[in-house]
């Protein structure tokens, strides 16, 4: 099974400030690596495909990189609603797995 | 536009069986697989599994292979995941999502269904 560890676990930011959270995977998994947000109380939202596509609808403060086995998704200019846990996934090997989680919180 | 639909909540005894439903709507339902994800209260995303629609073929963790079912009904576009011998660590809220086919990315979310397991 391919481990994703992501760093940090919480991050208290100020609004404006650039944000980035990486995601180490524990073998070589390409580009197969997607990002999700999950508000408190919604369901998860995709939000960066195959390390670095962005999503239609997504906002473009939001971007990601890297490939093989470390990531990165980075928030340009943090805004309040982005307050939110972010999560990693491989959909490299069966079977599927995520990101521990790292949780956003503004100050 | 696209959407998968759950069902509601529901409550069992340790040892009981529980059935979540997923409907899709705006889209070919064979042409996209589903995938099934839970989140116990105050924790992380856990894969359950998936289910290739246009054949039925499914895959999941080896930590659930003996628990969960997973099948679909292409007349009504409705998925479905079931949950055998319940324990209360089951509780939590359960997710299916879209699978883009090439590239596993889970890109359309359902609402959530919160099962309760308890005595």
């Known amino acids: 099974e391919i481990v994703l560890t992501q760093s940090p676990d919480f991050l208290s930011v100020t609004p404006k400030e650039k944000v980035t959270i990486t995601c180490r995977a524990s073998?070589?998994?390409?580009?197969?690596l997607h990002w999700y947000q999950q508000k408190p109380d919604q369901s998860p939202k995709l939000l960066i495909k195959?390390?670095?596509q962005s999503i239609s609808g997504v906002p473009s403060r939001f971007s990601g990189g890297g490939s093989g086995t470390d990531f990165t998704l980075t928030i340009d200019s943090l805004e309040a609603e982005d307050a939110a846990a972010y999560y990693c996934?491989?959909?490299?090997?069966?079977?599927?797995?995520f990101g521990q989680g790292t949780k956003v919180e503004i100050k | 536009q696209v959407q998968v639909v759950q069902s509601g909540a529901e409550v069992r005894k340790p040892g009981a069986s529980v059935k979540v439903s997923c409907k899709a709507s705006?889209?070919?339902?064979?042409?996209?697989?589903i995938t099934w994800v839970r989140q116990a209260p105050g924790q992380g995303l856990e894969w359950m599994g998936w289910?290739?629609?246009?054949?039925?073929?499914?895959n999941c963790p080896q930590k659930f292979q003996d628990r969960v079912i997973m099948t679909r009904d292409t007349s009504t576009n409705t998925a479905y995941l079931e949950l055998r011998s319940l324990r209360s660590d089951d509780t939590a809220v359960y997710y299916c999502?879209?699978?883009?086919?090439?590239?596993?990315?889970?890109?359309?979310w359902g609402q959530g269904t919160m099962v309760t397991v308890s005595s």
């Open positions: 996934h491989q959909g490299s090997a069966l079977p599927w797995t």
């Open positions: 195959f390390a670095s």
């Open positions: 289910i290739t629609t246009y054949n039925g073929n499914t």
């Open positions: 073998q070589n998994i390409g580009s197969s």
């Open positions: 999502a879209r699978v883009d086919h090439g590239i596993h990315a889970f890109d359309t």
């Open positions: 705006g889209y070919i339902f064979t042409s996209h697989g």
